[in-house]
């Protein structure tokens, strides 16, 4: 039976990361997917094509790589209130805890497997392991050290109890080219595009007036309408960069089926 107070419990305890999870929303991850909506709506995506992932990759994973680390960068340097945090900024309380000499007892860390404070608390690099009687006389330090893995997989054992989902599967991408010729042709004819600023066929037709928001699910089962906004002097340049390479993708692998 699960008991009223557990369930607030868990709730408190899980409030700065839900916390963490709006902002990383309102900041920058609903925009790319208000993006990959309207890209699915007029631009021919479909998420389920392990083809279209690895071209989302090809034209967006460092922009969305980028965006994380601003993010960060200013998540790390945000006040925190709160009588413990004291407006501290979390790069702050990170200079504070390095700059003094951390005293490991006991009671600090009760419930905490011994070898993870050796983890974290001790030596840079991962922890070797010897048998009793073993000095690692004679053995090189790049000799494979079963026991690493073995100790690894007990302390993850020992975590288990606070994972509360499955893993999340990630999509499969799959390149579209089937050898590396028409890789290169792609990206030959991808770099001329750019260059002569190539128009996809249809393309203005299709966006016509840039709208400057789309519509995203919101909520559990996504009851709620969240009306995001997309400027286009940012999101316009990507729907013409996904059009361009999806035709060019089209064009290329047409190619190299009839040689």
């Keep these: 039976m699960v008991l009223w107070t557990d369930i607030v419990e868990r709730s408190t305890r899980n409030v700065r990361i839900e916390r963490l999870w709006v902002e990383v929303g309102s900041q920058f991850a609903r925009r790319w997917r208000a ?10 995506l479909k998420a389920d094509d392990a083809s279209h992932l690895w071209l989302l990759h090809y034209l967006f994973l460092n922009l969305i790589n980028e ?13 925190i209130s709160g009588p413990e ?21 006991d009671e600090p860390h009760e419930g ?15 922890p070797l392991v010897r048998r009793a009687g073993q000095t690692g006389a004679g053995h090189p330090e790049d000799e494979p050290n079963n026991e690493v893995a073995e100790m690894i997989a007990r302390i993850s054992a020992d975590q288990d109890h606070a994972i509360r989902h499955e893993a999340i599967d990630v999509p499969a991408t799959t390149s579209p080219f089937e050898s590396n010729e028409g890789l290169a042709l792609f990206r030959t004819s ?4 750019v260059t002569q600023n190539v128009m996809p066929e249809g393309f203005e037709d299709v966006c016509g007036e840039w709208e400057e928001s789309e519509g995203i699910g919101s909520g559990r089962r996504g009851e709620r309408r969240l009306l995001i906004r997309l400027p286009a002097e940012i999101w316009k340049p990507r729907a013409l960069a996904w059009a361009r390479s999806y035709q060019i993708m089209l064009c290329v692998n047409e190619t190299m089926n009839q040689i």
């Design 35 to 44: 993006f990959f909506t309207r890209l699915e709506r007029l631009f021919g």
């Design 67 to 79: 965006d994380c680390k601003d993010f960060q960068a200013e998540w790390n340097d945000h006040p």
């Design 85 to 105: 945090a004291k407006n501290q900024s979390p790069s702050d309380m990170r200079f504070i805890a390095e700059s003094k000499q951390i005293q490991i007892d």
């Design 112 to 126: 905490v497997h011994p070898e993870t404070l050796e983890k974290y608390y001790g030596v840079e690099g991962d």
């Design 190 to 193: 991808l770099e001329q595009a």
